[in-house]
């Protein structure tokens, strides 16, 4: 179902929106992503979106989201500048590459393969402690890893309609032992161009609402520096903890998205 024209929206569906840019706010400045693991499920749900309306309608809700998060992370000199572009050419380029495999692949596999991953990275975060006085020298060695890192990114965004920040954080936090809270801000960072790009590709597609976007960008961007002062608030042990958290939430959906897919799949 498509969203309804500008001048049929209700009172009721424009609280919705900010509603959910609210919440998607908040858990974009805590946790370092874009919010749209958690705007798409509740477009679909809330409101009846069509699935690619409201992944196309959540990547342009992401982008002032994600600045305002950036902004809020660098004025604490929480930014990894170098290592976000890094991976942002990475992501980018790596998304072309999950686009084009998207309807060349079996996903079944690479996606239970992906709930696994996730899955055994929610138990590493109770054990791998990140330090807050950590510093990652960018070298030779580790922009080529930052580098295949961002192409991954970009290829499961491309392949499963996963954020980037549920992978980039994580990886950063315990591949290349950087703070939580600069891995946060960098991954924010990455998610901007990519986030556009996307748009892009949709706005052609016809894929974007853009009015549904912006009532969810702006509320959003009122909530992401209270998200930030959270994460800078609690402990590292706590931010791995609400990070394992929000991991679980993100590994139910795809679960249910698997399982249901699977399903309609022997139906046919």
């Not at 920040?165 to 924010?188: H, N, Q």
């Amino acid at each position: 179902m498509d969203s309804p024209a500008p001048n049929q929206r209700t009172t009721r569906q424009i609280v919705t929106y900010i509603g959910i840019g609210l919440l998607a706010g908040l858990m974009s400045g805590l946790f370092g992503v874009g919010g749209g693991t958690l705007i798409v499920p509740m477009l679909v749900l809330l409101l009846a979106f069509d699935q690619r309306l409201a992944s196309g309608t959540s990547l342009a809700a992401v982008v002032p989201t994600a600045i305002v998060g950036i902004v809020t992370y660098a004025t604490h000199d929480q930014v990894g500048w170098i290592p976000a572009l890094i991976l942002a050419v990475g992501a980018v380029a790596g998304a072309q590459v999950g686009a084009w495999l998207l309807h060349r692949l079996s996903l079944g596999f690479l996606r239970w393969l992906f709930i696994v991953f996730l899955i055994a990275v929610m138990i590493n975060l109770f054990f791998d402690i990140p330090s807050r006085t950590a510093v990652v020298e960018v070298t030779w060695l580790t922009g080529i890893g930052l580098a295949v890192a961002g192409v991954v990114t970009g290829i499961l965004s491309g392949l499963l309609g996963v954020g980037g920040g549920i992978i980039i954080v994580p990886v950063l936090i315990m591949l290349f032992g950087m703070s939580d809270l600069v891995a946060k801000g960098t991954s924010l960072v990455m998610i901007v161009p990519t986030s556009i790009s996307g748009t892009i590709a949709n706005l052609r597609r016809q894929n974007t609402d853009l009015v549904v976007a912006a009532y969810i960008g702006v509320a959003a961007c009122f909530t992401t520096p209270l998200g930030a002062w959270i994460a800078r608030s609690v402990t590292p042990l706590v931010g791995n903890l609400l990070f394992a958290a929000f991991i679980a939430v993100i590994v139910t959906q795809l679960i249910v998205r698997a399982v249901r897919q699977g399903r309609a799949a022997r139906q046919v």
